[in-house]
């Protein structure tokens, strides 16, 4: 183990922080992210790097936003999301220094203080495109982003008839972070019994929110008064999950289901894994009493449709104090397997699915 910066990028990278998931273009591997410079004046770089050649490009800078814990972006077909939202750093990032932690650094919610959407064209070096604001939240992954032409519209006549919708799974607050001490979540621990049942209500409930980004090209110059991003729908909590997924065949294009681990409060962990119908915006369950998954990893049927292919998750049964590897119908959330263990394995917050042959890029991830 090392210590590294994106420097060996490119020069102007130089900030310290940038998002966990970096985003890959499903058809030409290139890679997406945005480097985060603390200070009075924070300073976000979205860049890109070449999958061919190696080399990275700046595609945009932005200077009027606050510092934030951004663990995740997004992309479409032709364009990266920055979306800054809750936890601001304090101080203007000098309190991770004080506090020797980034977490504690980051200032209280602030219901005050909307969140912010950037769009950035990454196909045609027109840089920033569109600014957007709603309501504070806060968010650590992503799901999928996509283009649509505008409501009522069937075909591009003019240059602003585009909008993106953008899916997320969100927090109404910050709690959720405290959530993951090691005292909160343990079941034999006193501090965790907040964090079950009726006391969690309201703390860290998820919620799976569908926003639309409007008119995104609707300006020639360059963006300064922000639009009203806008809310579609938003799942009732008990529908909704955090480490989500979907087919990874439809990143960058419309989905319909989300997968991911829910959080019922029927125990200190995540307590079962849903399927999220975005249509009929009906959830789906799979739970086993004491048993708590782990995040589910979609492998998809090359042949078949949206919800065609299995889920794998690292399972942990209480019970036995054992974990098992959990493979799951994607279509149907019934069980088709398993592969226990002897012992457990540790909780990983993220892992990927890599066939033995994969097929050509762009038809798979």
């Not at 003019?158 to 979540?185: E, P, T």
Request: charged share 20%.
């Amino acid at each position: 183990m090392g210590v590294c910066n994106q420097s060996v990028l490119h020069p102007e990278l130089t900030g310290n922080l940038s998002a966990a998931h970096a985003k890959s273009d499903p058809v030409t591997g290139d890679l997406y992210n945005y480097n985060l410079t603390l200070g009075h004046e924070s300073v976000y770089r979205v860049f890109r790097v070449s999958a061919e050649t190696g080399q990275t490009e700046i595609l945009a800078t932005i200077t009027d936003a606050p510092g934030a814990y951004v663990h995740s972006t997004l992309i479409t077909e032709n364009y990266f999301i920055l979306c800054v939202w809750s936890g601001h750093y304090a101080w203007h990032g000098a309190k991770i220094l004080w506090e020797h932690n980034m977490l504690d650094a980051i200032s209280p919610f602030d219901s005050s203080k909307k969140a912010l959407w950037y769009v950035i064209d990454r196909k045609y070096d027109r840089g920033l495109m569109a600014k957007y604001k709603c309501d504070p939240f806060f968010c650590l992954h992503t799901i999928n982003a996509w283009e649509e032409w505008c409501t009522g519209s069937t075909e591009p006549t003019h240059c602003g008839q585009v909008d993106i919708v953008a899916d997320l799974s969100i927090y109404k607050n910050l709690d959720v972070i405290k959530r993951f001490y090691y005292n909160n979540i343990k079941s034999t621990s006193p501090a965790s019994l907040d964090y079950v049942g009726e006391k969690r209500r309201g703390k860290c409930d998820v919620f799976l929110r569908r926003f639309r980004l409007r008119d995104v090209n609707a300006t020639t110059t360059s963006p300064s008064k922000p639009l009203k991003a806008e809310i579609e729908f938003t799942a009732e909590s008990s529908h909704s999950c955090d480490f989500p997924t979907i087919n990874p065949r439809l990143l960058t294009h419309p989905s319909r289901y989300i997968y991911g681990v829910c959080d019922r409060g029927l125990s200190t962990f995540y307590d079962g894994i849903v399927k999220y119908d975005t249509v009929t915006r009906t959830p789906t369950y799979w739970s086993v009493e004491g048993h708590s998954p782990g995040e589910p990893i979609f492998v998809p049927d090359p042949y078949g449709c949206e919800d065609g292919g299995v889920l794998l998750s690292v399972v942990l049964d209480g019970f036995s104090e054992k974990s098992y590897l959990l493979v799951l119908d994607a279509r149907s959330m019934k069980e088709v397997g398993r592969a226990t263990m002897d012992c457990v394995v540790g909780f990983g917050f993220h892992g990927a699915y890599h066939p033995q042959d994969p097929p050509p890029r762009g038809t798979y991830f």
